[in-house]
Nanobody, 123 residues
Framework: QVQLVESGGGWVQAGGSLRLSCAASGRTFSNYGMGWFRQAPGKEREFVAA????????YYEDSVKGRFTISRDDAKNTVYLQMNILKPEDTAVYYC????????????????WGQGTQVTVSL
């Protein structure tokens, strides 16, 4: 089992920044690919970013490329999502998740999920 706890969400004006954190406990964190997903009201949960285990390669959904950065600190069992130049359309509940895959963009392949943290971006 892996337990995931997100933090760092909040309210920010368009153009601002937030950094989300996801602290993991349980099994060896470094053996898991990690991802961030988000879900806006009335919409499906969608892929945002992922980072592989072992070599830390990163992958992004097109709308966040160049604005968001995913990183991980295996010594701290934590994955981060730095979000810059935020837009109102980034408003959603953000979830981190862990997969035994190298990395993945499909939510069905993630085994463990956090409870989510709300991000609200206003004009």
């Amino acid at each position: 089992q892996v337990q995931l706890v997100e933090s760092g969400g909040g309210w920010v004006q368009a153009g601002g920044s937030l950094r989300l954190s996801c602290a993991a406990s349980g099994r060896t964190f470094s053996n898991y690919g990690m991802g961030w997903f988000r879900q806006a009201p009335g919409k499906e949960r969608e892929f945002v970013a992922a980072i592989s285990w072992r070599d830390g390669k990163t992958y992004y959904e097109d709308s966040v490329k160049g604005r968001f950065t995913i990183s991980r600190d295996d010594a701290k069992n934590t994955v981060y999502l730095q979000m810059n130049i935020l837009k109102p359309e980034d408003t959603a509940v953000y979830y981190c998740a862990a997969t035994t895959s190298y990395y993945d963009y499909l939510k069905s392949r993630y085994d463990y999920w956090g409870q989510g943290t709300q991000v609200t971006v206003s004009l």
